[in-house]
């Protein structure tokens, strides 16, 4: 690996990071500085949806800034309005917007659903799909998650038979997290019941407004409405929305997970939120709760948090180090994936107790809240991290057969 920039590279990054601050909107840009807690809601999506009236002015003028740019999906084709670039340079771009805590536009859609169309879809599919989800027109939810089949995400039994030129869906998904703020859905949904598990899923595209679609909120532990429950009933699907063979739609959704599992910016947003820390029990407001609090117990925790973050990158260079050679990466991804959001919640415990009896104190506004209730809020909201996108034991399990070559248990 080659920790340094090339010169190519060297330049890339200062023309990327110009761009950002020349053209970041303000309201984000007082968002970074915003030392209040932003919990899970607060994305790109959430803004140009539900957001108020300056938010939505906000995303719809950096999407439009970036799409401009080329850099809406940094790795897509130009050809397909992307920005054709390198894995490295991709790399480096999510690298600056992380550091500058500027939103990624599209969220799944571009991130996801955009680049499995490109390897899996039709020419007739790329037409319909891409250039509306480049522009923001379609906005995608994700529809894999089931009441019996998270984890396991092969046993998915939610049901798509086919009916003439359609197919018709009934069951019901879990987990989906942005149903409430998207006007498409993608999905895996049976259609051989009597084949193998993996082997009878076939993968869908729809319209949500399609009768028979029924979002209903999960509100989370932390008071959020970050994800739904969403029910099929009768739902009738154009044969056209199929990606990929029919039946093989396991293979494609692997195809979509592969890049789900890439990120490469949670060492930058962790090591901001320690900075955070440092800086605020440094302060008068700081020190005035340590007393109640435990920082000569914790210091060497942060300080091992700090070295954490480094580890975190450097796991994350390594994904795309293997990418940049024309690699898959495997195991290296499941390393990434379960260290960074065990990470996530090893600092949100150590600022817990490093405040002491203050963490108790949910409302940021109030005069008793340690670091505007930060790590109080995020231990609620990282909860999650662990099980969503493939679970810490899946990935431990991954890593054993795959990385260590274990035998299955």
Same mark, same amino acid.
């Given at each position: 690996?080659?920790?340094?920039?090339?010169?190519?590279?060297?330049?890339?990054?200062?023309?990327?990071?110009?761009?950002?601050?020349?053209?970041?909107?303000?309201?984000?840009?007082?968002?970074?500085?915003?030392?209040?807690?932003?919990?899970?809601?607060?994305?790109?999506?959430?803004?140009?949806?539900?957001?108020?009236?300056?938010?939505?002015?906000?995303?719809?003028?950096?999407?439009?800034?970036?799409?401009?740019?080329?850099?809406?999906?940094?790795?897509?084709?130009?050809?397909?309005?992307?920005?054709?670039?390198?894995?490295?340079?991709?790399?480096?771009?999510?690298?600056?917007?992380?550091?500058?805590?500027?939103?990624?536009?599209?969220?799944?859609?571009?991130?996801?659903?955009?680049?499995?169309?490109?390897?899996?879809?039709?020419?007739?599919?790329?037409?319909?799909?891409?250039?509306?989800?480049?522009?923001?027109?379609?906005?995608?939810?994700?529809?894999?998650?089931?009441?019996?089949?998270?984890?396991?995400?092969?046993?998915?039994?939610?049901?798509?038979?086919?009916?003439?030129?359609?197919?018709?869906?009934?069951?019901?998904?879990?987990?989906?997290?942005?149903?409430?703020?998207?006007?498409?859905?993608?999905?895996?949904?049976?259609?051989?019941?009597?084949?193998?598990?993996?082997?009878?899923?076939?993968?869908?595209?729809?319209?949500?407004?399609?009768?028979?679609?029924?979002?209903?909120?999960?509100?989370?532990?932390?008071?959020?409405?970050?994800?739904?429950?969403?029910?099929?009933?009768?739902?009738?699907?154009?044969?056209?929305?199929?990606?990929?063979?029919?039946?093989?739609?396991?293979?494609?959704?692997?195809?979509?997970? +592969?890049? /789900?599992?890439? =990120?490469?910016?949670?060492?930058?947003? %962790?090591?901001? *939120?320690?900075?955070? #820390?440092?800086? @605020?029990?440094?302060?008068?407001?700081?020190?005035?709760?340590?007393?109640?609090?435990?920082?000569?117990?914790?210091?060497?925790?942060?300080?091992?948090?700090?070295? +954490?973050? /480094?580890?975190? =990158?450097?796991?994350?260079?390594?994904? %795309?180090?293997? *990418?940049?050679?024309? #690699?898959?990466? @495997?195991?290296?991804?499941?390393?990434?994936?379960?260290?960074?959001?065990?990470?996530?919640?090893?600092?949100?415990?150590?600022?817990?107790?490093?405040?002491?009896?203050?963490?108790?104190?949910?409302?940021?506004?109030?005069?008793?809240?340690?670091?505007?209730?930060?790590?109080?809020?995020?231990?609620?909201?990282?909860?999650?991290?662990?099980?969503?996108?493939?679970?810490?034991?899946?990935?431990?399990?991954?890593?054993?057969?795959?990385?260590?070559?274990?035998?299955?248990?």
């Amino acid at each position: 690996m080659e920790w340094a920039d090339s010169a190519e590279q060297a330049e890339f990054r200062t023309s990327v990071r110009s761009f950002i601050q020349n053209n970041l909107p303000g309201f984000y840009q007082a968002r970074a500085d915003d030392p209040r807690p932003s919990g899970l809601e607060a994305d790109w999506q959430e803004d140009i949806v539900h957001g108020s009236d300056e938010a939505k002015v906000a995303a719809k003028e950096w999407a439009d800034a970036l799409l401009e740019q080329g850099w809406s999906a940094p790795h897509w084709p130009k050809e397909y309005g992307g920005g054709g670039m390198s894995t490295m340079e991709q790399f480096i771009f999510n690298q600056e917007m992380a550091e500058l805590e500027a939103p990624k536009v599209g969220g799944s859609g571009l991130s996801l659903l955009g680049p499995t169309v490109l390897v899996h879809g039709t020419d007739d599919q790329k037409e319909r799909l891409l250039a509306p989800t480049l522009a923001g027109d379609i906005l995608w939810a994700q529809g894999f998650s089931e009441p019996g089949a998270g984890s396991d995400l092969a046993s998915l039994q939610t049901r798509a038979v086919r009916d003439g030129d359609d197919y018709v869906i009934n069951g019901q998904k879990m987990w989906t997290s942005t149903a409430h703020k998207s006007n498409w859905i993608f999905g895996m949904f049976r259609t051989d019941p009597s084949a193998p598990k993996h082997r009878g899923i076939s993968f869908l595209v729809m319209d949500m407004s399609t009768p028979g679609i029924n979002v209903r909120p999960i509100i989370s532990m932390g008071w959020e409405h970050a994800t739904n429950e969403t029910f099929y009933e009768d739902v009738r699907v154009p044969a056209s929305n199929l990606i990929g063979e029919e039946n093989r739609g396991w293979y494609v959704g692997v195809t979509l997970l +592969d890049y /789900e599992r890439s =990120f490469v910016d949670g060492a930058i947003a %962790i090591r901001k *939120q320690l900075d955070r #820390l440092r800086e @605020n029990v440094q302060s008068e407001h700081g020190r005035s709760m340590l007393e109640h609090g435990g920082l000569e117990r914790q210091r060497l925790d942060i300080a091992q948090h700090y070295i +954490d973050t /480094e580890v975190m =990158f450097n796991f994350s260079f390594r994904v %795309i180090s293997l *990418q940049s050679r024309g #690699l898959i990466p @495997n195991y290296e991804a499941s390393t990434t994936k379960m260290f960074n959001t065990e990470l996530l919640q090893r600092v949100s415990r150590t600022g817990i107790k490093t405040y002491g009896l203050y963490s108790n104190v949910w409302d940021p506004d109030s005069p008793h809240s340690p670091q505007f209730s930060e790590f109080t809020q995020t231990n609620v909201h990282s909860v999650v991290m662990t099980i969503a996108g493939g679970s810490s034991e899946i990935q431990r399990n991954i890593i054993a057969t795959r990385g260590l070559q274990l035998p299955r248990g």
